[in-house]
Nanobody, 115 residues
Framework: QVQLVESGGGSVLPGGSLKLSCAAS????????IAWFRQTPGKEREGVAC?????????YYKDSVKGRFAISRNGAKNTVDLQLNNLKPEDTAVYYC???????WGQGTQVTVSS
């Protein structure tokens, strides 16, 4: 059974940092493009960052997070991490990781940025 589990969310002040991690069981994350999405109440889920599969190390970032967020793989741990820096209140959301090609999703982790 495939499971994606996010961790690392929390509450921070504006300008703070968090590191989210997406861990997988039953799935080698290196075989798939992995994406991070986020969603706030009343809004559609939006893509934040994506990293290609092992043969394609390309990355994609939503314009509003470029230069602040960084997605990376840890093959040894079978995780895909999302480093969130210089966080802003508008980054507040539930963050999800996904393997879109297989429609596998985690349960989400809450990120709250507030003074």
């Amino acid at each position: 059974q495939v499971q994606l589990v996010e961790s690392g969310g929390g509450s921070v002040l504006p300008g703070g940092s968090l590191k989210l991690s997406c861990a997988a069981s039953g799935l080698d994350l290196d075989d798939y493009a992995i994406a991070w999405f986020r969603q706030t109440p009343g809004k559609e889920r939006e893509g934040v960052a994506c990293v290609g599969h092992r043969s394609d190390g390309g990355t994609y970032y939503k314009d509003s997070v470029k230069g602040r967020f960084a997605i990376s793989r840890n093959g040894a741990k079978n995780t895909v991490d999302l480093q969130l820096n210089n966080l802003k209140p508008e980054d507040t959301a539930v963050y999800y990781c996904a393997a879109p090609a297989r429609n596998y999703w985690g349960q989400g982790t809450q990120v709250t940025v507030s003074s």
